[in-house]
């Protein structure tokens, strides 16, 4: 059974950068990708950014200011969310997710089964 372990939120001013990690740790009979979605208080869960090999997905409202990595060691893998020109809008509790179906769109929750508990991002104006 894989678990996800987020890290890395807090608060951050406009403007400012902050990075986001996931440590997927377990075995996972299946790994089609991996992603990070966001949920602000009062609104749905939305996605951020995905990220499957060599191809990545995001969000146009997080296009250009944010980059998806991934890193394999030690049979782990590690999934990065590099945040930079934070705006309040970004402020959510942002979750990792583990894509554990090979179809559906990276864009569409249902396409993960596996869910981190989530990290709180604070931007301040």
């Known amino acids: 059974q894989v678990q996800l372990v987020e890290s890395g939120g807090g608060l951050a001013q406009a403007g400012g950068s902050l990075s986001l990690s996931c440590l997927a740790s377990?075995?996972?009979?299946?790994?089609?990708?991996m992603g990070w979605f966001r949920q602000a208080p009062g609104k749905e869960r939305e996605f951020v950014a995905a990220i499957n090999g060599e191809n990545r997905y995001y969000a146009d409202s997080v296009k250009g200011r944010f980059t998806i990595a991934k890193a394999n060691a030690n049979a782990k893998i590690t999934v990065y969310l590099q945040m930079n020109g934070l705006k309040p809008e970004d402020t959510a509790v942002y979750y990792c997710?583990?894509?554990?179906?090979?179809?559906?769109?990276?864009?569409?929750?249902?396409?993960?089964?596996?869910w981190g508990q989530g990290t709180q991002v604070t931007i301040s104006s």
């Open positions: 997710a583990l894509s554990t179906r090979v179809r559906g769109s990276y864009y569409d929750a249902i396409r993960y089964g596996v």
């Open positions: 377990g075995s996972s009979g299946s790994n089609y990708g």
